[in-house]
């Protein structure tokens, strides 16, 4: 089992660890700060090192629940030292935009009724799926964004909790938040990371985020489209990348 540092500490860049296991062109290892894709953002790169060679981290991989870095140069053996290092511009991006994607869902949900059913995280552009959302005019566009940046603005702390599974599921039900995604988080997950953004939202997730909505500054809410039954793909940037 690899220890997932990200959970306690999004702004981990550096970490030291030992390779568990070795595989053709991935190790495993005993823990991590390397964000493995899921959940909708995109994983972390970076490198690997032993002390005498560097290697490129390409991606990060879960694989039935395994945590796979996946390498560009030949594998570090068993029992190796290492020290891994992240692409710190690339996740501190995942980082803005995760907490922005939030505080959007969360802004579309009270204003326009209605609930995220996707999301995809990446450091250049992110998007979220939104049901059911027909029609997302030039004017919709507009309040929205202009909405979401006001709200950016109030510098609220984001905080990230660790609840047992039915107390953060009434926790989020009670608040009127979404918990229709809960469902497809495995049983046996007996312990949800619960991301609260002051009190605008709450929502469990085990991505990476902001400690405070100032450090995303602004979005552009940029093309839309519908991707059938009823749902509405929306797509945003950074404003100041
Ligand atoms: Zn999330």
Request: hydrophobic share 35%; glycine share 8%; proline share 2%.
């Amino acid at each position: 089992m690899t220890e997932l540092l990200h959970m306690k500490d999004n702004y981990l860049r550096e970490f030291d660890a030992q390779v568990l296991e070795t595989g053709v062109d991935y190790v495993i290892l005993n823990c991590t700060a390397f964000y493995p894709e899921g959940g909708g953002q995109s994983s972390d790169t970076g490198f690997l090192s032993d002390g005498s060679r560097e290697v490129r981290v390409k991606s990060v991989k879960k694989i039935e629940g395994r945590i796979h870095h996946v390498l560009e140069g030949s594998p570090f053996s068993e029992g190796s030292k290492i020290h891994g290092q992240i692409d710190w511009d690339s996740r501190y991006k995942c980082m803005r935009f995760h907490t922005a994607q939030h505080v959007l869902s969360r802004y579309l949900q009270l204003n326009y009724g209605v609930e995220t059913v996707g999301n995809s995280i990446s450091p250049n552009e992110s998007r979220a799926d939104y049901a059911p959302l027909e029609l997302f005019d030039d004017e919709m566009k507009r309040e929205v964004e202009a909405g979401v940046n006001s709200i950016l603005k109030d510098n609220i702390d984001v905080q990230i909790l660790f609840m047992p599974r039915d107390e953060a599921i009434s926790f989020l039900n009670e608040k009127g938040y979404q918990t229709r995604y809960l469902e497809m988080v495995p049983k046996s997950v007996r312990e949800f990371r619960v991301l609260v953004i002051g009190d605008y939202d709450a929502a469990s997730c085990a991505g990476t985020h902001v400690a405070n909505t100032r450090e995303i500054g602004e979005i552009r809410i940029g093309k839309s489209k519908n991707v059938g039954a009823g749902k509405r793909r929306i797509y945003f940037t950074l404003a100041d990348s």
